[in-house]
C-alpha cells in the first residue's frame, strides 16, 4: 500500500468508507496487510484507517483483530495506540457492539487484552455498572497484564460520578488482596494516583491505601510512582508526597525508563512547593551516585534556567560532595552560557546556618568548572569580598593559576565584564590580575620566534592529519545522534552561495525559491596547560577536586 | 657553489671563525702551515704562517693576518686589539725578525691581508699606501678578499673532480632547506656519509673528505645563523662529529702525516660543532630558561607531544654542552684558569638545567621510553656537582610519582611508541592490551632505579620497584652495555651493536645493584671504545643522544657512593 501525498484524504476516506459499507471492498481487512517497515509512511496510511472506522460498518471481532494488528506494528512508537480512539468512536456508535467487543475479549483475553480500557470505557457510558461488574472480574483472575488492564480500567470509572472513587478503590484494593505483586501494585498507583490527584477527593481512605501500596515498593511500583509524581506531583495529596519521594531514593539506576520518568518529575517540580523535596530526592540520588546528573536532561535544563542555581551551587560546592560538585559542573558545560550569571550565592548555606568557607568554594569550582573559563572566573570573582584579605589573596591566586594562565584569552574577557558593576576594590582586583597576566605573556618571550624550536613542517601536517580525523569522527558520531538529520533529506553542494529549490503550489504551480547558505562555527579556546603540562594540569585539578576541607 | 661560499665567508664575525679554516685551506693548496691560530692574541700580528708554492710561483712564505667580514676604517687603525694596521706594523717589524723560522728567511715573504668580505672605500688608499711604503724586496702584499677565499675554497675543496655534482647537489639542498631542518639534515647527513665513505680510499682522498666535511658544516653553521634557525645546523654538526670520529678511529694504519692532517680537519669539525652548539644554545635556550614557560611556548606546538619532544631534545643538548665543559675541565692543569673557567661553566650548565626543568614542566615526565636518554645525560652532567644532588632526587621522586599517576589514570604515560601520529594518540585505549603493549620495555624505570641507588635514594627506588611489580610487571626492564661490536657501530649507527641486560628485577636495591656490576664487570671495558681511550669521552655522549642509544651506564660519573662498593664500580670515572 503506497500512500501518494497529493490525494485529498477526506475525500479518500469518504470514498472508502462508502466502498466498504457497500461492500465493494473490506477496509477492515484490507488494513490487517499494513505492515510496518520502519518509516514514517506505516502511521500515514493507518491515519486513513483511523479517519475511516468509525463510520464503517463492520464486524466487531474483526475491527478489534485489525485495531490490535495495527496498534501492535505501531511498536514503541507515541503513536502506535492512536487506533484505539477510533475504535472507542466505532464501538460508541452502536451500544451492542462494547458488550460483542468485552465478551469477545474475555473468551480471549490474550488477543484483545489491549482494548479492554478502552471498551469498559466505552461500554460504561451507556451500562455503568455491568461494565464496571466486567471490569472488577477481569481484575480478579487470568494473566497479570489483563488484570492490571483491568485495574487501570476501574481507576478510569472512579471519576463517573455513577461508580464513584471510593467503590473504585475498595474493586482495586480487593484485587490487589488477591495478588500483590509489584505489577498489580503499580497498576493500582497509576489507576488511584491521577484520580486522587485529580479528584480534589479528600480521602483519608484512598490516600492510606496508596501510601500502604508505595511504602511496598518494587520496581514496577517505582516507576508508577515516577509516573505519578511527574504527572500529577503538584496535585497529590500532602501525606501521599513523603512517601513517593522516599521510595523513589531506592530506584535502581538500570531502570532508565523509571529515571527519566524522575528526571521529568523533578524537572518540573523545581518551581513548585515541591522544590524541595526534589532537591533532596535530585540530592540524594547524585550523591548516592545511582544517576549523574547527565542521565537527567530535563533536570540538567531546567537548573540551568533556575533564578535559584547559583544559590545551590554554592551549597553543593561548599559540601564538598565531588557527585554534587559534578553535577554542577556538569551543568554548567552542557546548558549553562558562559556569560549566564553563576555567582557566589550563600542564602541556601545561611538558611542552614552554615556559614561558607569561600577559598574552599573557589578550589571546587576550579576544579569542577574549568573547561568553562568564563563562568569559572565570574564566580571566583564573586567570591571576593574584600574584607579578608588572606582569603581574597589566595582565591586571585586561584584566578590567576590556573584559570588565567590556561585562558588568557576568555579569562582576560572574563575578568573585564567582571568588572562591570563591581566595586572599587574589585577593579582593583582585576587590575592586579591582568598585570600579572601580562608579565606572564611578557616573559614567554613577546612573540618572537625561535624557529630552531618550532615543530618541523612534518609533525604539523601529521597533526593536521590527525585533527582532521578526529574531527571527523566526531562529527560522524554528532550525526547519528541528530534527530533532525534522521527526518531531513540531505544535500551537499559542492559550490555557489545559495541552494535553489522549487516549491509547488496547490494549483499546481512551482515557486522559485533562493535559500541563501550560512556558516556555523563554535570556537573553544583549549587550556594552555595541556600542552604544557598535561599531566600537572590533570593533577591539579584532582587535587582540587577531592582535597579535603581546610 | 661561490655565491655559497662567498656569503659564508661574508657572514663568519669572529676571529675563531675564519681562522679555523684557513689552515686547511692553505694545507689543501700545498702549502706547509707551520703557525697555527691559538687562543688569546695574535703572534706578532701573525694568525696562520705556511709555506710552499702556488699557482705554479717559486716557494714562498705566507703570513696571514685575519679580519673577519669588511674592512672599515675602525677597523683599519681603531683602538681595537684587532686593527689591521697595527697587526701589519708588528708583522714587518717583529715577527719577520725575530719569529719566522731560520729555514724560511731566505725565502720570499707574502703578508696576506685576509678579509671575509670586502675593503670599504674609504680605507682603499690607507690599505694601497701602506702596502706600497712597505713593500720591497722579498717582502710583498697581497689582498685576499671574500671573492679571492671563495675561488681558493671552491677550487681546493669543492671543485667538480673532488666535490661530485650529486654531493654539490646535496649540499646546496641542505643549505636551500635550512628553515626545514629535518629535510636539511637529511641531505647533509647524506653529503656526510658519501664523503666520509672515503676513508678506504687513498690517503688523500681521506684528508680531502674530511676537509670537505669541516668546510661544508662551517658553511651550514654561517647560512643557518643567518636564517637563525640552527637546528639543522646543530643535528649536522654532530653527525659530522661522529663521522669524523669514525673515520679518526681508523686512521691506524696511515702514514703519521696522513693521520696529523686528518686530525687537523677533525678539530675544525669540532671547533664549528662547538660553535654551533653555543650558539643554538644561547639563542634557543640561555634567554628563556629561567622564564615560566618561555621555552615551552617558544615550541609554538599543537600538543603536549610537541612540546614534550622539543624540551627532552634541549635537554639533552644542554647536557651534552655540560659534558663538553667537563671535559675541557680535565683537559687542564690543576690550578689553570682555564679549568676553572670550564668548571665554572659545567656549574653554569647544571643550574641551567634545573631552571629549564623546573620552568618546562613537560620535563618531569618523559611521554617517550628512550627519552631516558637525555634524562641520563642531564643527571650524569648534574652528578658532577654534589650540590645538585638533592635537586636531582626532588627531580626523580617527581618523575615517579607522575609516572604512577598516569598509569593509574591513564594518562601520557612513558611508553615505547616512536612515531609521531602514535605518540599523539596515545594512549589510544583504555584496555590493559594496548598499555601493555605500549610499555611492553622499558630503559626508563630502571635508569631512574640506578640513579636512585647512586644517589643513595631508597625511597625513589622503592616507588620504581612498586611501578614494576604492581603496573609494569610485563614489562621487560633493560639496561643496554656496549661490547665489542658498539666500536665499529656506536658513532655511525649502521648496524645494531651492543648488549641488553633484560628483566631486571627491582625488589631490592642491593640485589639491582650487584645485578648491573657482575655486568660492568664481564662486559667489554668502555676504555675500550676508542672515543673514550682518547680522551674524547663526551663523543660517546654526543653519539648515545644523536641515535638515540641509552648512555652507558659506566659514563654515570661524578655521584661518590664510598659506602656502597657495588655503586661505586659503577660511579667510577673512566
Not at chain 2, 27 to 48: A, H, I, K, N, Y
Not at chain 2, 220 to 235: G, I, Q
Request: glycine share 6%; hydrophobic share 40%; proline share 4%.
Amino acid at each position: 500500500m503506497v500512500m501518494d501525498p497529493d490525494i485529498d484524504s477526506a475525500a479518500l476516506v469518504s470514498e472508502l468508507t462508502s466502498l466498504h459499507n457497500s461492500r465493494r471492498i473490506d477496509v477492515v481487512r484490507e488494513f490487517r496487510g499494513l505492515t510496518n517497515d520502519g518509516g514514517s509512511e506505516f502511521f500515514m496510511v493507518r491515519h486513513i484507517f483511523e479517519e475511516t472506522l468509525p463510520s464503517l460498518d463492520a464486524a466487531v471481532a474483526e475491527v478489534m483483530d485489525t485495531v490490535v494488528h495495527l496498534c501492535r506494528a505501531g511498536g514503541h512508537d507515541l503513536a502506535a495506540g492512536t487506533v484505539v480512539t477510533p475504535f472507542i468512536a466505532f464501538c460508541g456508535n452502536d451500544s451492542q457492539r462494547p458488550r460483542d467487543a468485552i465478551a469477545l475479549l474475555a473468551a480471549c483475553p490474550g488477543d484483545f487484552g489491549e482494548l479492554l480500557v478502552a471498551i469498559v470505557m466505552v461500554g460504561a457510558r451507556s451500562e455503568p455498572n455491568d461494565f464496571f461488574e466486567h471490569a472488577e472480574r477481569l481484575s480478579l483472575s487470568g494473566e497479570v497484564s489483563q488484570r492490571q488492564r483491568a485495574i487501570m480500567a476501574l481507576g478510569r470509572l472512579a471519576s463517573m460520578a455513577t461508580i464513584g472513587v471510593q467503590r473504585a478503590l475498595a474493586a482495586i484494593e480487593a484485587a490487589l488482596r488477591a495478588d500483590n505483586v509489584d505489577e498489580m501494585r503499580a497498576a493500582a498507583i497509576k489507576a488511584c494516583g491521577p484520580v486522587m490527584a485529580s479528584s480534589g477527593v479528600e480521602s483519608a481512605y484512598g490516600t492510606d491505601f496508596l501510601r500502604s501500596v508505595v511504602e511496598q515498593g518494587g520496581d514496577h511500583t517505582l516507576h508508577a510512582c515516577a509516573e505519578l509524581l511527574w504527572l500529577h506531583g503538584v496535585q497529590l495529596p500532602p501525606d501521599l508526597v513523603a512517601p513517593v519521594f522516599d521510595q523513589l531514593r531506592n530506584v535502581d539506576p538500570q531502570h532508565t525508563g523509571t529515571i527519566r520518568n524522575i528526571d521529568l518529575a523533578v524537572s518540573g517540580l523545581l518551581r513548585s512547593e515541591l522544590r524541595p523535596h526534589a532537591l533532596s530526592l535530585l540530592c540524594s540520588l547524585l550523591e548516592a551516585a545511582k544517576v549523574s546528573i547527565t542521565d537527567l536532561g530535563s533536570t540538567m535544563a531546567a537548573l540551568s534556567r533556575d533564578d535559584g542555581f547559583s544559590a545551590l551551587a554554592t551549597e553543593w560546592f561548599a559540601s564538598g560532595r565531588r557527585e554534587l560538585c559534578q553535577a554542577i559542573g556538569d551543568i554548567v558545560l552542557g546548558h549553562h552560557q558562559d556569560t549566564a550569571r553563576l555567582r557566589f550565592d550563600d542564602a541556601r548555606l545561611v538558611a542552614a546556618g552554615e556559614t561558607a568557607d569561600r577559598y574552599f568554594i573557589g578550589k571546587r569550582a576550579v576544579g569542577f568548572l574549568f573547561a568553562k573559563p568564563k563562568a569559572t572566573i565570574a564566580f571566583l570573582c564573586s567570591l571576593l569580598t574584600g574584607t579578608d584579605s588572606d582569603v581574597d589573596a589566595a582565591i586571585r591566586h586561584l584566578i590567576l593559576d590556573p584559570m588565567l594562565l590556561n585562558y588568557p584569552g576568555s579569562g582576560r574577557e572574563a575578568l573585564e565584564s567582571c568588572r562591570e558593576g563591581g566595586g572599587e576594590e574589585l577593579g582593583r582586583s582585576i587590575d592586579e590580575l591582568l598585570g600579572s597576566l601580562q608579565e606572564y605573556l611578557e616573559m614567554l618571550g613577546g612573540g618572537q620566534r625561535l624557529k630552531a624550536l618550532e615543530v618541523p613542517e612534518a609533525d604539523r601536517e601529521s597533526y593536521r592529519r590527525y585533527m582532521t580525523v578526529t574531527m571527523e569522527e566526531s562529527m560522524r558520531e554528532a550525526e547519528k545522534k541528530s534527530p533532525i538529520l534522521s527526518l531531513v533529506h540531505r544535500s551537499t553542494l559542492l559550490y555557489g552561495r545559495t541552494s535553489i529549490n522549487y516549491v509547488f503550489q496547490a494549483d499546481g504551480s512551482s515557486q522559485r525559491m533562493e535559500v541563501p547558505m550560512s556558516t556555523h562555527g563554535v570556537s573553544v579556546e583549549f587550556p594552555r596547560m595541556s600542552n604544557i603540562d598535561p599531566v600537572g594540569l590533570n593533577f591539579r585539578l584532582r587535587v582540587l577536586r577531592n582535597e579535603p576541607r581546610a | 657553489m661561490k655565491l655559497i661560499i662567498r656569503e659564508y665567508l661574508a657572514s663568519l664575525r669572529e676571529r675563531g671563525e675564519l681562522d679555523v679554516v684557513l689552515p686547511d685551506l692553505l694545507s689543501q693548496l700545498g702549502l706547509t702551515v707551520f703557525s697555527r691560530p691559538s687562543r688569546g692574541t695574535r703572534q706578532d700580528g701573525v694568525d696562520v704562517a705556511a709555506v710552499g708554492a702556488m699557482d705554479g710561483q717559486e716557494e714562498r712564505v705566507f703570513l696571514l693576518s685575519i679580519k673577519p667580514g669588511d674592512l672599515s676604517r675602525r677597523d683599519w687603525n681603531g683602538d681595537s686589539a684587532q686593527a689591521l694596521r697595527p697587526s701589519l706594523h708588528e708583522i714587518v717589524d717583529s715577527y719577520i725578525p725575530n719569529r719566522l723560522p731560520p729555514e724560511h728567511r731566505d725565502k720570499h715573504i707574502v703578508i696576506c691581508v685576509v678579509l671575509g668580505g670586502d675593503v670599504h672605500e674609504t680605507v682603499r688608499p690607507l690599505l694601497s699606501g701602506f702596502i706600497q711604503q712597505n713593500t720591497r724586496q722579498g717582502l710583498s702584499f697581497e689582498e685576499w678578499n671574500g671573492d679571492k677565499l671563495a675561488n681558493l675554497i671552491q677550487s681546493s675543496f669543492l671543485r667538480e673532480d673532488i666535490l661530485p655534482g650529486d654531493a654539490r647537489s646535496l649540499f646546496r639542498k641542505s643549505l636551500a632547506m635550512i628553515d626545514e631542518p629535518n629535510i636539511s639534515f637529511q641531505n647533509f647527513s647524506e653529503l656526510v656519509e658519501k664523503l666520509a665513505s672515503s676513508q678506504d680510499t687513498d690517503d688523500r682522498q681521506c684528508v680531502t673528505a674530511m676537509r670537505q666535511i669541516a668546510i661544508c658544516l662551517w658553511i651550514m653553521f654561517a647560512w643557518a645563523r643567518e636564517a637563525e634557525n640552527m637546528e639543522s645546523a646543530y643535528l649536522s654538526g654532530e653527525r659530522a662529529l661522529l663521522h669524523g670520529w669514525h673515520v679518526v678511529r681508523g686512521l691506524g694504519e696511515r702514514p703519521p702525516r696522513v693521520r696529523e692532517q686528518v686530525a687537523g680537519a677533525f678539530n675544525s669539525i669540532f671547533t664549528a660543532y662547538s660553535h654551533i652548539s653555543t650558539e643554538y644554545l644561547t639563542k634557543n635556550v640561555v634567554a628563556r630558561a629561567n622564564q615560566l614557560h618561555a621555552l615551552s611556548a617558544a615550541v609554538a606546538g599543537s600538543s603536549a607531544v610537541d612540546i614534550s619532544l622539543r624540551m627532552f631534545e634541549v635537554l639533552g643538548r644542554l647536557s651534552n654542552a655540560g659534558l663538553w665543559a667537563v671535559w675541557r675541565a680535565s683537559k687542564e692543569p690543576e690550578g689553570s684558569t682555564e679549568r676553572a673557567d670550564a668548571l665554572i661553566e659545567v656549574g653554569s650548565i647544571s643550574a641551567l638545567i634545573m631552571s629549564v626543568i623546573e620552568n618546562n614542566p613537560a620535563l618531569i615526565l618523559p611521554i617517550k621510553d628512550d627519552q631516558a636518554i637525555d634524562v641520563s645525560l642531564a643527571l650524569t652532567l648534574m652528578a658532577f656537582g654534589s650540590s645538585n644532588h638533592d635537586y636531582m632526587r626532588g627531580w626523580l621522586d617527581e618523575m615517579m610519582g607522575r609516572a604512577a599517576f598516569t598509569l593509574d589514570t591513564n594518562g601520557a604515560y612513558p611508553s615505547v611508541l616512536d612515531r609521531y601520529d602514535l605518540l599523539l594518540r596515545h594512549p589510544q585505549s583504555k584496555d590493559d592490551e594496548y598499555k601493555k603493549n605500549a610499555t611492553r620495555a622499558s630503559i626508563l624505570y630502571p635508569i631512574v632505579a640506578l640513579w636512585a641507588c647512586l644517589l643513595e635514594a631508597e625511597e625513589i627506588f622503592a616507588g620504581v620497584s612498586t611501578i614494576q611489580s604492581s603496573k609494569l610487571a610485563h614489562s621487560t626492564f633493560q639496561l643496554w652495555f656496549p661490547d665489542a661490536s658498539s666500536e665499529s657501530h656506536l658513532y655511525k649507527n649502521d648496524q645494531p651493536h651492543g648488549s641488553v641486560l633484560a628483566d631486571l628485577s627491582l625488589r631490592t636495591r642491593p640485589e639491582y645493584l650487584e645485578t648491573i656490576r657482575r655486568d660492568v664487570v664481564s662486559s667489554m671495558r668502555i676504555e675500550d671504545l676508542s672515543a673514550v681511550r682518547d680522551g674524547w669521552w663526551p663523543i660517546v655522549a654526543v653519539a648515545c643522544r644523536h641515535h638515540r642509544v641509552p648512555v652507558p651506564v659506566q659514563l654515570f660519573r661524578g655521584v661518590d657512593v664510598p659506602q656502597d662498593p657495588a655503586a661505586e664500580q659503577i660511579g667510577t670515572p673512566s
